[in-house]
Antibody, heavy 125, light 107 residues
């Protein structure tokens, strides 16, 4: 059974960098999946942040791209998220998720079939 | 970005009722549409992918249809565990975007 568990500081100061880790169990992150991050806040609903394949291929959200770094650590079976220059608008519950790639035409289908429980991050001084 | 709009925003229904939730995309997304539901304090759970494919383990009372810009999620006979918030999500283009949610409550 695949399980994802987010971890990291629950409180980050404005202008600093938010750093989260997602530990994957029951599935190697070297498989043919993307591994991504999504956040949820009362004001903005669900917002997809981005995802990465172990090969290095990355899907980005342009609205966050300049501040986001997603990394895949295959030996540790972990993915990480770094979001720089945070403000109060970055306060949210952050989820990691597995993105399935299913062959389709003309495009592949992508969907998030396993999610972590989420971790709450508050940006405040 | 592709905007996803769900209707209604909230809905009250009784156990055993048939319920339909609508999702509209701001441009054509073919069938690159997924549905999730989420209970308070929990992570979202995948129900339907590619507009009409039922995720493994999801009860057959859930079904999805549509293509292009208009999609529906139907629950044929509501069960107590179905009361939750439902989200659609497009995977046609990055950034993937979600609808604002439809909260399904017990009548």
């Amino acid at each position: 059974q695949v399980q994802l568990q987010e971890s990291g500081p629950g409180l980050v100061k404005p202008s600093e960098t938010l750093s989260l880790t997602c530990t994957v169990s029951g599935n190697s992150i070297s498989g043919d999946y993307y591994w991504g991050w999504i956040r949820q806040s009362p004001g903005k609903g669900l917002e997809w942040i981005g995802s990465k394949h172990h090969s290095g291929s990355t899907h980005n959200n342009p609205s966050l791209k300049s501040r986001v770094t997603i990394s895949v650590d295959t030996p540790k079976n972990q993915i990480s998220l770094k979001l720089s220059s945070v403000t109060a608008a970055d306060t949210a519950v952050y989820y990691c998720a597995r993105e399935v790639i299913e062959s389709g035409s003309p495009l592949n289908y992508y969907y998030m079939d396993v999610w972590g429980k989420g971790t709450t991050v508050t940006v405040s001084s | 970005d592709i905007q996803m709009t769900q209707s209604p925003s909230s809905l009250s229904a009784s156990v055993g009722a048939r319920v339909t939730i609508t999702c509209r995309a701001s441009e054509s997304i073919s069938i690159y549409l997924n549905w999730y539901h989420q209970k308070p304090g929990n992570d979202p759970k995948l129900l339907i992918y590619a507009a009409s494919s039922l995720q493994s383990g999801v009860p057959s009372r859930f079904s999805g249809s549509g293509s292009g810009t208009d999609f529906t999620l139907t629950i044929s006979s509501l069960q107590p565990e179905d009361f939750a918030t439902y989200f659609c999500q497009q995977s046609y283009n990055t950034p993937y975007t979600f609808g604002q949610g439809t909260k399904l409550e017990i009548k």
